[in-house]
């Protein structure tokens, strides 16, 4: 009886360890890889991620990206431009835990507070000077931050809120690695005061501890 016991034990936690990696990731795949495809109809059930293509019908452009080097537009409100490589510029990423982005800034551009809610974040440097920080979970809400250069490089741990702001008189280049085939974003003033509908300005007045006109105006500013 006792050996039976020792067993299920054993057996139980076994169980549990599996069940806790396996809510991280697919620790076996079953195939190399399962290249996105679109699938149109309107009986298709919800899946986490996208239906595959017929590996024997992959090719190479299914893996492949051209132009990253090529600057984007800073002429936008915050003086900056995420260019986000998902599953759905590159197929070939399906199921395979990783995306890439460029940022590129002005001077004094901001990639404002934000959050991803499924991904971890490495960031490095590769033009200009670029004050990057996150802020740690209640109850401290401690800001981590530095200030990075050329080369330099800093993880944003997964779904803290950070931010990167060019310091410097010219413009600033970044690349980022996210442990996410679909990272998620949240930028914190766009999701709360740009919500569709409108979160009622009762509710931010007393959150964020403002004047019912700030809210309001802040409201029609980002739903637009």
């Keep these: 009886m006792k050996g039976v016991l020792n067993y299920l ?6 169980m549990a360890l599996a069940c806790s990696v396996a809510s991280a990731f697919d620790p076996a795949p079953l195939q190399d890889f399962c290249v996105a495809v679109n699938y149109t ?4 059930v919800f899946v986490n991620g996208k239906f595959c293509k017929d590996p024997k019908l992959a090719n190479a452009n299914d893996f492949f990206f051209q132009g990253l080097n090529i600057p984007r537009s800073t002429a936008t ?7 986000l490589l998902t599953a759905d510029q590159i197929p070939g990423l399906n199921t395979l835990g990783v995306s890439l982005a460029r940022i590129d800034f002005a001077p ?4 404002p507070p934000h959050t991803h809610p499924r991904a971890t974040e490495i960031l490095v440097v590769v033009e200009g000077t670029l004050l990057v920080g996150f802020v740690t979970s209640n109850p401290d809400n401690r800001l981590i931050t530095k200030t990075l250069n050329a080369g330099d490089v800093f993880v944003f741990p997964i779904g803290l809120i950070h931010f990167q702001f060019n310091v410097g008189t010219t413009n600033a280049v970044s690349f980022s690695g996210l442990g996410s085939q679909n990272p998620g974003l949240i930028v914190i003033a766009k999701n709360v005061f740009g919500s569709n509908p409108p979160i009622n300005p009762d509710v931010l007045t007393k959150a964020f501890q403002l004047d019912k ?8 500013k980002f739903s637009t």
Excluded: I
């Design 77 to 83: 409100q915050l003086g900056s431009n995420v260019t």
């Design 9 to 14: 034990v054993v057996a139980l936690a076994l």
């Design 41 to 44: 109809s309107t009986d298709a």
């Design 108 to 111: 004094y551009g901001l990639n």
């Design 213 to 220: 006109n700030v809210v309001e105006s802040l409201q029609d």
